[in-house]
């Protein structure tokens, strides 16, 4: 599966292999940041390995 956000600010593309609804392996580049922080984050992909997507909802992400 592969996503795209771009906001006025932000713009990273992800890349999400899965195994049914599991999570067998997550990466992605911001193109876009305002700071470091944000920069960062690409590097906290690796945390989606092994997740179960059923059932997570935008709500539940905050």
Do not use: Y
């Amino acid at each position: 599966m592969i996503g795209n956000l771009s906001d006025s600010f932000h713009e990273v593309n992800v890349r999400l292999k899965l195994d049914e609804f599991t999570v067998k392996e997550a990466d992605g580049v911001l193109l876009r940041t305002p700071d470091i922080i944000c920069r960062d984050a690409a590097s906290l992909l690796v945390n989606l390995h092994s997740l179960d997507i059923r059932g997570i909802s935008k709500m539940s992400a905050r």
